[in-house]
């Protein structure tokens, strides 16, 4: 079992982020918070991969579907199709923007990374994320916008929901030896027993 401290995550930045030259702020704060950047890489993400990478089954797209009807049905509008039909659609809106442009790629590391991670991203539409999360300081995409717009959420940032996610999204995009072992001085400050030898 890997120290806590080696704990991984995945992080994509999406296509949003980059055409909004956010790339360095988002960064930033992660690297401020005391996470390690283990693997990094940018390209043009593929439908193929995205496909690897969401893996969604059934029960997931009506899960989405389901928030999707309670949406419509709060703002009064008609509802058209099945629950996992709207969930799927959530899927093809994702890919079709995830396919639109480049996309950064990432790995962290760090005690609680995954948790941590999720914590500063803040909740998946950006209107209703606190303040000091990304995505209530840097967005103000909503449910409703992107509906009516028949689109995804534009969102910046793709994160791992768990550790099992995080390990498996990480192969998707990532060989083994791209991941990086080494260390940064600042970990012993973060992680290290006895710091008592900092005065001379």
Avoid at 50 to 63: P, Q, R, T, V
Avoid at 66 to 93: F, H, M, P, W
Avoid at 179 to 198: F, P
Wanted: contains cysteine; glycine residues 6%.
């Amino acid at each position: 079992m890997k120290h806590p401290k080696k704990e991984r995550t995945l992080v994509i930045l999406k296509p949003d982020t980059i055409q909004r030259s956010l790339v360095g702020d988002i960064i930033q704060r992660f690297e401020k918070v005391g996470l390690k950047l283990t693997a990094l890489k940018m390209s043009i993400a593929t439908e193929e991969k995205l496909l690897k990478h969401y893996k969604k089954n059934d029960e997931w797209f009506i899960e989405k579907g389901s928030k999707v009807i309670e949406s419509l049905k709060r703002e009064n509008e008609t509802i058209e199709k099945q629950a996992i039909d709207y969930g799927e659609d959530v899927i093809n809106g994702l890919i079709k923007f995830m396919t639109c442009g480049p996309v950064v790629i990432m790995v962290w590391e760090g005690n609680k990374a995954v948790s941590i991670i999720k914590k500063m991203v803040g909740g998946t539409e950006p209107i209703t994320s606190d303040v000091g999360t990304i995505r209530g300081d840097y967005t103000l995409d909503s449910y409703k916008l992107a509906n009516l717009d028949c689109r995804a959420v534009r969102n910046l940032v793709h994160c791992s929901d768990s550790l099992e996610e995080a390990d498996r999204e990480a192969k998707v995009w990532f060989d083994e030896e791209e991941i990086l072992n080494y260390r940064i001085i600042s970990e012993q400050i973060l992680y290290d027993v006895n710091i008592d030898g900092i005065k001379e």
